[in-house]
């Protein structure tokens, strides 16, 4: 086996959550039942934090989840959830409780899809709230 | 025999179990409520990365006054990981275990990040001499900044690192030979890596250093229609009766545990997560 342990620890991590390469020896089905349990977890997770967005999907959001952050690396529930949030709504297929519950995440934090969200100022709330009229 | 008779016996006798007897359960903000008023647990555990050790949650305030002692449960140290583990999140687990008054803290033989990002679970490390070199040095680095004992918990995985030079008993063994720690025994991920790789669960328990047997974890789990065949380690689903009844073997080996459920999500009603805690106790051989 080739590679010292933090490269292949590197290797095997993008493999499972950032759409890697297969790693040379292991078993692939493993690998993959491995890579969908991750993201039924992280699902879980952003759940908590969006229950209206999760809610809205019912027994579909973990497929629907996945399909939008199987090979995205974890960022944090908080963002996981705002990510497929806003894909939904580019879609056109964003229900209005979940639209609600995006909108309200929006109004107070500043988030630009790449670092991490960020509390807005009260001025910078009534301007999210004139851009929204 | 007491809670920790094992660890007793294996230091000679003198230094006291680092739990209760009896019958514990993970505390999760969900359940605060049924774990206040109905659970009656002989312990609790905290996930140490969801604890604020300056304001912790008042159920958890309660369940110390009431003299319940609660294990702060590490689960993002990645003490298997190549890189040394960070010094912020050794110093946060201390400072939980000092605001907790904790017998013990508890962590993985697991990695979580490598190369700059995070898989968001536990990973396996290959079972390897570098591997045991890093994870004994990262876990020394831990015991230098605790006050109480560290009990270290092998996981559930789905795979194997195509290299592994030793067992996992074997591995596990020469892990806390080194580093001196506990281990936590998790019955449930001892079912799910014998089922899924075609072993004898109750052979691997004979295998195990059961005599640094701290407390035990109990967890539920069930098949994934993805996966025919493979046995995930859910934490949202019911112990299934092969759990118990390894927990069972586990209690002829090591009479008189601490043991705990651990439930983390699809939260049933609360009278059957006591129901749950029932036929725990009676599978450990407990009082409830």
Same mark, same amino acid.
């Given at each position: ?42 699902? %879980?997770? @952003?759940? /908590?934090?969006?229950?209206? !967005? &999760?809610? $809205?999907?019912? #027994? ?5 989840? +996945? ?17 497929? %949030?806003? @894909?939904? /709504?580019?879609?056109?297929? !964003? &229900?209005? $409780?979940?639209? #609600? ?5 929006? +109004? ?17 709330? %009534?301007? @999210? ?5 | ?288």
């Amino acid at each position: 086996m080739t590679g010292n342990l933090a490269e292949r620890q590197a290797a095997l991590v993008a493999a499972l959550v950032a759409g890697g390469p297969l790693p040379p020896g292991f078993d692939p089905v493993r690998l993959a039942a491995t890579r969908r349990a991750l993201l039924r977890k992280r699902a %879980a997770d @952003a759940a /908590r934090l969006w229950p209206l !967005l &999760a809610g $809205s999907l019912g #027994a579909d959001w973990p497929r629907v989840f +996945a399909a939008h952050q199987d090979g995205h690396e974890p960022v944090g529930a908080l963002r996981d959830g705002w990510d497929v %949030a806003v @894909a939904l /709504r580019e879609c056109g297929e !964003l &229900a209005a $409780s979940a639209a #609600a519950e995006l909108a309200g995440r929006e +109004a107070t934090m500043r988030y630009d899809g790449r670092g991490a969200p960020r509390r807005r100022s009260l001025a910078g709330r %009534a301007m @999210a709230a004139l851009r929204r009229r | 025999m007491a809670a920790g008779g094992a660890v007793a016996a294996a230091a000679g006798g003198e230094s006291p179990p680092p739990l209760p007897a009896g019958v514990g359960v993970g505390w999760r903000p969900e359940i605060a409520g049924w774990v206040a008023d109905r659970a009656a647990p002989a312990f609790c555990e905290v996930i140490a990365e969801s604890f604020a050790p300056a304001v912790p949650p008042r159920g958890v305030a309660e369940l110390r006054e009431r003299g319940i002692p609660v294990v702060p449960h590490g689960v993002r140290l990645s003490l298997g990981g190549a890189e040394p583990v960070e010094a912020a999140r050794v110093a946060h687990l201390a400072a939980c275990a000092a605001a907790l008054s904790a017998p013990l803290v508890s962590e993985h033989v697991a990695f979580v990040r490598a190369g700059g990002r995070d898989a968001g679970h536990l990973l396996p490390v290959p079972r390897s001499r570098d591997a045991l070199d890093v994870l004994t040095a990262n876990v020394r680095r831990l015991q230098a900044e605790l006050d109480v004992p560290l009990a270290l918990e092998p996981i559930a995985a789905l795979f194997d690192w195509p290299d592994d030079e030793y067992s996992e008993p074997d591995f596990l063994r020469e892990l806390l030979e080194r580093t001196g720690a506990l281990l936590l025994l998790d019955v449930a991920n001892v079912h799910a890596n014998a089922l899924n790789r075609g072993q004898d669960p109750e052979a691997i328990l004979d295998r195990l250093p059961l005599d640094r047997v701290a407390y035990v974890h109990v967890a539920g789990g069930a098949e994934h229609p993805d996966d025919p065949g493979l046995y995930h380690d859910t934490h949202t689903d019911p112990v299934p009766p092969a759990v118990l009844g390894l927990l069972e073997r586990l209690v002829e080996r090591v009479p008189g545990p601490a043991v705990m459920l651990e439930r983390d999500g699809r939260y049933p009603p609360g009278a059957e997560l006591t129901a749950e805690l029932e036929v725990i106790a009676t599978a450990a051989g407990l009082p409830r």
